[in-house]
């Protein structure tokens, strides 16, 4: 069929058959909606049938660049209210980034509704704060007990004996509600408990008193994370609210607790209160760039929603089972988890449904299973670059053991025995397996749109677990840099996810924090690298240490072939296959029909490129300089749907060719084309478009983000990538249902 080209170039095979006309229609469609709202709102709906007096909300808000100066402000249905603000960041010209808002709705009556919107206000009114002393006063009843026992003893930790002691922090405070984290992250851990001289467990309790209404809002958490006490504990765990006549609220005979993970329960002390959704309008999320740019026109998600939703209700979901996750993070296959968010919170964006959220929620707290926590607990050790921040009690930090592998915390060569985590007691196999690959994003949306610490932490948690995770040996050309750096050398998949995690914590960890520091670092260590590695110049990372790591030792672990693997200045792929790929993908069984085997040496698997592309993307939309590697990989992805001698349908294969059988590379999309199959290429047509009725994990599918975000960095031939993509794979219904992947781009 016919379709237009690059001025110069012969008609591109293409499925379209009348394809101006098509994808100027798509264009319009894509685009209008788009823009037609920058108004920042939202709606709350009550759900419960109960008329309220004085509800209470805490929501996370993001705000457009110069659209709050000082600090925001509820307005409901037109009506201010007095407004608690907690500023978390700022934009780069002093105006409000995120926050947390905590107010009350006057009246929330059955089945009504609340529209809020946002003006500026001069103060935060977050001086009228709760004391210690005034949150232990008699109207609050405030107690929270864990209740440890191993069947000879129990051993009782009290949230209300913490707060006596003045072992909390603040997360936010003031008039309207007042949150804190009670917890002991000393060299003394005075609550940590088990049932040997290591005391394993450390107890944690997260409580937001709202004086108005005498009500407390309780998260009970349990984490076994300290390095210096790593050991799998079982024991049977009861949960009680209440100082006068406290109530049980949860009771587990047997709880196998595994070292490195948390569990975590939350309850209302007093009345709960009655159901709600809050649809957080996801124009505005959009606008402000702190989600991907999701096509927000009209989707069929009624059937999505109860589908979906389905699954949840039939999960098993008490403390350490799995919920809708697939515990073994690396198995292959796509599901829900696996793409720019789980479908599940993308559904929940997109529509506020309060089953929708009630699973979001319920599947993040179950991911605290994963074995992917440490908490330092060593006190001689730092957390910043600069050796000033004592390190115990914050997340793990390559700067204070620079040379650990977290996947080998006790038997890699590499590591001095200062940065070893040597676990003090058994540490058995289990179903939580974690993966570099697969890893999934439960948290960066549930904190951002909650303020809720709890999810803020789970994100660091993983994100620094993970930087730890890869050879540490500054002089491997595989691992991960020179000494303490972040760098991401693990295959193509296993980048796209780390980085995206390691991005979405840089970007939402509060303003002036160390963890704000560290985790900018981190993206900052991978950037340079990958920049080094094929040899990108002329950016703020030019010739650094890591920039110089990457163009030296860090090239050859990308580039090198089987036949010359000491190459110490190997060719980069002329075509940008981000790297050169491997002979693995080629001889597997699996691609033999695909590929013709004395044509083809080595092959890249193009869905996780895709993936990568969709990572840079977001990162250069979040702030972060991923702009040349940006660019630099949209040729790649350009480049099968423009040129003349490739099928742009070959965007959704499994595996792309990327050196011919005598290891030289190819130069061409033309000689790409001819390393596939007769029989292959003669059903790539309908390979790609029974992709798109895949909306979890169709490759054609993923591609989308990946044409998209091509799209913004304007490389010579993008908007034709474009084009065909809107009159090819936009108009695929399974979108309409599951728009997970359904990102499209912002300069049209």
């Known amino acids: ?168 922090t603040y997360w936010h405070r003031g008039p309207i509600a007042t949150s804190i984290i009670l917890a002991d992250h000393s060299e003394s851990r005075k609550y940590d408990v088990g049932f040997d001289v290591y005391r394993p467990i450390r107890p944690i309790i997260h409580a937001t008193f709202w004086p108005a209404i005498h009500k407390v809002k309780i998260r009970f958490i349990g984490e076994i994370g300290n390095t210096q006490a790593l050991e799998d504990q079982t024991y049977a765990l ?154 115990i009690g914050h997340v793990l930090s390559l700067n204070a053991r620079p040379s650990l592998w977290t996947g080998r915390m006790t038997d890699w060569q590499y590591c001095k025995e200062v940065d070893k985590i040597t676990p003090v007691g058994p540490v058995e196999q289990h179903k939580w397996e974690n993966s570099d690959s697969h890893q999934p994003d439960p948290f960066s949306v549930q904190y951002m749109l909650t303020g809720d610490y709890w999810y803020l932490e789970e994100l660091m948690f993983w994100v620094s677990w993970s930087a730890a995770n890869e050879n540490s040996s500054p002089n491997y050309v595989g691992g991960r840099g020179p000494e303490a750096a972040g760098g991401l050398a693990c295959d193509v998949p296993a980048q796209a996810w780390l980085f995206r995690n390691r991005v979405r914590a840089a970007f939402l960890a509060p303003d002036n924090t160390p963890e704000k520091a560290y985790f900018t670092k981190l993206v900052e260590d991978a950037i340079a690298i990958w920049e080094g590695q094929r040899d990108i110049v002329g950016t703020k990372f030019y010739q650094n240490t890591n920039w110089i790591w990457g163009n030296t030792l860090g090239k050859q672990a990308i580039w ?106 190819f130069e061409t999309w033309g000689m790409v084309r001819e390393a596939y199959t007769n029989a292959f290429l003669q059903n790539a047509e309908e390979m790609f478009k029974n992709s798109l009725n895949d909306a979890e994990h169709g490759y054609g599918i993923i591609a989308i983000p990946a044409v998209a975000y091509a799209k913004d960095s304007g490389i010579p031939g993008s908007d034709l990538a474009w084009k065909w993509m809107l009159g090819n794979a936009l108009p695929a219904q399974s979108l309409t249902k599951n728009p997970k992947w359904l990102i499209v781009p912002r300069n049209r």
């Open 1 to 168: 069929t016919k379709r237009s080209a690059i001025p110069g170039q012969k008609p591109a095979y293409s499925l379209l058959d009348e394809e101006s006309e098509t994808a100027e229609r798509s264009e319009v469609s894509y685009s209008k909606i788009l823009m037609s709202s920058r108004d920042n709102y939202l709606i709350i709906r009550e759900k419960g049938g109960q008329d309220t007096r004085n509800y209470p909300i805490q929501i996370g808000r993001p705000f457009l660049p110069g659209e709050i100066s000082d600090f925001p402000q509820a307005v409901l249905n037109g009506n201010r209210v007095l407004t608690q603000t907690s500023v978390k960041c700022r934009w780069p010209d002093g105006s409000v980034k995120h926050a947390i808002l905590c107010f009350l709705i006057p009246r929330l009556r059955p089945e009504g509704q609340v529209k809020v919107t946002f003006t500026n206000q001069e103060n935060a009114n977050d001086t009228d704060f709760l004391s210690a002393e005034a949150m232990l006063h008699d109207k609050y009843n405030f107690d929270a007990v864990m209740e440890f026992s191993d069947g000879l003893r129990t051993i009782k930790v009290s949230g209300r004996e913490m707060l006596e002691n003045k072992h909390f």
């Open 238 to 391: 009861s949960l009680k609210i209440g100082n006068q006549k406290p109530s049980q609220v949860y009771r587990n005979q047997e709880i196998r607790h595994h070292a490195q993970s948390r569990w975590t329960k939350a309850f209302w002390l007093g009345a709960t209160p009655t159901q709600i959704s809050i649809d957080h309008n996801i124009r505005h999320l959009v606008q402000t760039k702190f989600i991907p740019n999701y096509y927000v026109g009209p989707v069929s998600t009624g059937y999505a929603i109860m589908s979906v939703y389905k699954t949840w209700i039939e999960a098993k979901k008490d403390l350490f089972e799995a919920g809708n996750w697939v515990t073994g993070m690396s198995t292959g296959g796509g599901r829900p988890e696996i793409g720019p968010y789980p479908t599940w919170t993308v559904l929940w964006m997109y529509t506020g449904d309060h089953l929708l959220e009630e699973m979001s929620f319920g599947n993040a707290d179950l991911a605290a299973a994963w074995p992917l926590h440490l908490r330092e607990g060593d006190p001689t050790k730092y957390f910043d670059a600069g050796q000033t921040i004592p390190a």
């Open 560 to 665: 090198n072939s089987e036949a010359k693997p000491n190459d110490t200045n190997p060719q980069i792929a002329p075509l940008h296959h981000w790297r050169r790929g491997n002979r693995y993908i080629t001889n597997s069984g699996l691609f033999q029909k695909e590929l013709k085997p004395k044509k083809v040496g080595d092959s890249v698997l193009s869905w996780q490129i895709n993936f990568l592309m969709f990572s840079l993307g977001h990162a250069r939309e979040l702030g972060f300089p991923t702009d040349s590697l940006l660019s630099w990989l949209s040729y790649f992805v350009v480049g099968q749907l423009t040129n003349y001698q490739y099928m742009p349908c070959l965007i959704a294969s499994y595996t792309t060719p990327s050196t011919q059988d005598d290891d030289e590379y």
